[in-house]
């Protein structure tokens, strides 16, 4: 915009500059005369078959060293026009003033606003570049440069926690494979027919009652010494001063089997 201005500016100094004559240039005079009148040409265009000779005022076309058309403005409308420019140039200029003061009033805000600060460095990065678009004459480069440092590390950061994550998924996954796996070959093995199986009974099958086994223990003379045995395996109890063991389940047989010692020998 103020590049802008110094042109307009520029443009207007030239055309005042420019020496007007009173008698402009008409069709048909030579191309000496238009340069006594109107001075040496600011530049030119050539055409082949004739030349556009250009001024701050306008243009004048010569064929064969001779005017064919002449687009030349008045002194009166030149000032016009410079008016016209002047007042453009300035209505540009406070316009540029008015969006440079919102700018920097937007950004004071900003720095100061709590829920504006607590935002992702990501989304306040987002807003300061989106800002440069709108208030290019508002210096904020200093906030941008550490917010996008501090977002591209929080990006890595996050890169990395997602690959972790996605590493076990793909673990739970493989897991998960695994157990299908297992499972599909118990369901194999609870379906396949054992030996056994044509073999079995559709009656109730009976096994004989083993009967107890009474073994009758130190018997006689309680006074009598006797030599130390090993405690004998099963159930005792005494009746009438006699020890009775019944044995275990895996000592009884079918049979009964009574042992009766009386402590004597030869008895």
């Known amino acids: 915009m103020k590049a802008r201005s110094a042109i307009s500016c520029l443009a207007l100094s030239l055309c005042l500059s420019t020496p ?5 240039v008409e069709v048909g005079d ?12 600011q530049g030119s265009v050539d055409l082949n ?3 556009i000779y250009l001024y701050a005022e306008g243009s004048v076309t010569v064929a064969d060293e001779r005017v064919l058309t002449v687009n030349i403005r008045t002194a ?14 300035e209505q540009a200029k406070a316009h540029q003033e008015r969006i440079q003061n919102k700018g920097e009033t937007l950004k004071a805000n900003k720095l100061t606003d709590p829920e504006f600060l607590a935002k992702s460095s990501g989304e306040q990065l987002a807003f300061w570049r989106n800002f440069t678009h709108h208030f290019p004459d508002v210096d904020v480069s200093a ?14 950061e996050l890169a990395s926690v997602e690959n972790i994550i996605q590493a076990q998924q793909d673990r739970i996954t493989q897991l998960e494979q695994q157990l299908q796996r297992a499972q599909a070959q118990i369901q194999e093995l609870e379906n396949r ?15 004989p009652y083993p009967q107890s086994k009474v073994i009758i ?9 006797h030599k130390p045995h090993s405690k004998p395996q099963g159930n005792s109890f ?13 000592q009884q047989s079918s049979t009964s089997n009574v042992q009766i010692n009386s402590g004597q020998s030869g008895q």
Do not use: C, W
Request: charged share 25%.
């Open 20 to 24: 007007l004559f009173a008698d402009n």
């Open 30 to 41: 030579s191309f000496a005369v238009m340069v006594e009148k109107l001075g040496q040409p």
């Open 49 to 51: 078959d004739k030349v």
């Open 76 to 89: 009166d409308e030149m000032a016009r026009e410079a008016e016209v420019r002047q007042e453009q140039a």
């Open 143 to 156: 906030i941008i440069a550490p917010l996008a440092e501090r977002y591209a590390k929080e990006q890595a």
């Open 193 to 207: 027919p054992t030996y056994y199986a044509n073999y079995g009974t559709s009656y109730p099958a009976y096994y």
């Open 217 to 225: 223990v130190n018997t006689g003379d309680k006074h009598k010494p």
């Open 238 to 250: 005494k009746v009438g001063g006699v020890t009775i063991t019944t044995p275990t389940v895996q």
